[in-house]
């Protein structure tokens, strides 16, 4: 069975810096894509970052640029996200995915508040 569980969500302040980590199983992880997007209330999903399976190229969207950088540890079927700078904007649930290209597993989110 395909699992994805994110972990490292939380409350910080503007400015502040918070590590999410996407555990991965039940496939080859290192055949994947691996993806964070994230969904803020009111708002439409949007795709953060992304890191492809070898060897490691990275897309980030423009809000993040610069602030946000992924890596992937294929020992440990674990992707992360080490979101740096964090603004108000960035408050979302945020959501790992396999395949960021046509996402087919997600997980069921980590919630990330930064507070002005």
């Known amino acids: 069975e395909v699992q994805l569980v994110e972990s490292g969500g939380g409350l910080v302040r503007a400015g502040g810096s918070l590590r999410l980590s996407c555990a991965a199983s039940g496939f080859t992880f290192e055949d994947y894509s691996i993806g964070w997007f994230r969904q803020a209330p009111g708002k439409d999903r949007e795709a953060v970052s992304c890191?492809?399976?070898?060897?490691?190229?990275?897309f980030y969207a423009d809000s993040v640029k610069d602030r946000f950088t992924i890596s992937r540890d294929n020992a440990k079927n674990t992707v992360y996200l080490q979101m740096n700078s964090l603004k108000p904007e960035d408050t979302a649930v945020y959501y790992c995915?396999?395949?960021?290209?046509?996402?087919?597993?997600w997980g069921p989110g980590t919630q990330v508040t930064v507070s002005s």
């Open positions: 995915v396999r395949d960021c290209s046509d996402p087919d597993y």
């Open positions: 890191i492809s399976s070898v060897p490691g190229r990275t």
